[in-house]
T-cell receptor
Framework: GEDVEQSLFLSVREGDSSVINCTYTDSSSTYLYWYKQEPGAGLQLLTYIFSNMDMKQDQRLTVLLNKKDKHLSLRIADTQTGDSAIYFCAETVYGNKLVFGAGTILRVKS | GAVVSQHPSRVICKSGTSVKIECRSLDFQATTMFWYRQFPKQSLMLMATSNEGSKATYEQGVEKDKFLINHASLTLSTLTVTSAHPEDSSFYIC????????FGQGTRLTVV
C-alpha cells in the first residue's frame, strides 16, 4: 500500500539545523520529494531525490535516503525565520501519482 | 521553472451553487493534471487525475458527479464543484507534471 508518515511538529532556534524525517512504504517509489507550503499558498518544490541515490545536497538543503529502511530526511542548515512553514514529503507511485505525508510544521524561533 | 496557474485564489459561494476552478500550465503542455484537496492542518488528498481528451480518474470516495473535471486542452484543466455545500469548503490545489510536479497557488473555497 501507499503510506507516507512524518513527524508533525519541529521547533528550532534560528541558526540551528533542522532535520525533518519521513518514512514511506512503497518500495517501488522512483522519486521522493520535499515540498514547502507557506500559509494559504500552494506547494513549492524544494528538492527531490531519485531512489537510486543516497544523498543530495542543494545549498542549505541536504536530503538523505535510506532505501533499505524506507526513510527520507531533509536537513536545513542555518535555519532562518523565513523557513517557518509546513514541509511535506511525497513519493511517486504508479509513475505519476504523488502520495503525501501529513506535513511537518517547522517553527523557527528567533 | 515551469509554472502552474490556478484561478481563482479565493471564492465564496452560496450553498447550492456551482463553482469552477481553473488550472493552467503556462509554459509546458500537460497531458495529465492532478487535483488535490487539503483540509485545515492536514495533508493533501488526491481527488482525481485529469487526462487530456479523456475522462478523469477519481480516487476512491470522491464523487465524480459532484466534482466535475474537464481537461479540454493540453494546458487547461477545470474542476467544477457542483451544488456546493458548506462541507465542500476547503483548499483545492492542482498540479501538473513536466519533468517534476508543479503546483498551482491553490483555491480557498468557502461555501456559505
Amino acid at each position: 500500500g501507499e503510506d507516507v508518515e512524518q513527524s508533525l511538529f519541529l521547533s528550532v532556534r534560528e541558526g540551528d539545523s533542522s532535520v525533518i524525517n519521513c518514512t514511506y512504504t512503497d518500495s517501488s517509489s522512483t522519486y521522493l520529494y520535499w515540498y514547502k507550503q507557506e500559509p494559504g499558498a500552494g506547494l513549492q518544490l524544494l528538492t527531490y531525490i531519485f531512489s537510486n541515490m543516497d544523498m543530495k545536497q542543494d545549498q542549505r538543503l541536504t536530503v538523505l535516503l535510506n532505501k533499505k529502511d524506507k526513510h527520507l530526511s531533509l536537513r536545513i542548515a542555518d535555519t532562518q525565520t523565513g523557513d517557518s512553514a509546513i514541509y511535506f514529503c511525497a513519493e511517486t507511485v504508479y509513475g505519476n501519482k504523488l502520495v503525501f505525508g501529513a506535513g511537518t510544521i517547522l517553527r523557527v524561533k528567533s | 521553472g515551469a509554472v502552474v496557474s490556478q484561478h481563482p485564489s479565493r471564492v465564496i459561494c452560496k450553498s447550492g451553487t456551482s463553482v469552477k476552478i481553473e488550472c493552467r500550465s503556462l509554459d509546458f503542455q500537460a497531458t495529465t493534471m492532478f487535483w488535490y484537496r487539503q483540509f485545515p492542518k492536514q495533508s493533501l488528498m488526491l481527488m482525481a487525475t485529469s487526462n487530456e481528451g479523456s475522462k478523469a480518474t477519481y480516487e476512491q470516495g470522491v464523487e465524480k458527479d459532484k466534482f466535475l473535471i474537464n481537461h479540454a486542452s493540453l494546458t487547461l484543466s477545470t474542476l467544477t464543484v457542483t451544488s456546493a455545500h458548506p462541507e465542500d469548503s476547503s483548499f483545492y490545489i492542482c498540479s501538473a507534471r513536466a519533468d517534476e510536479a508543479f503546483f498551482g497557488q491553490g483555491t480557498r473555497l468557502t461555501v456559505v
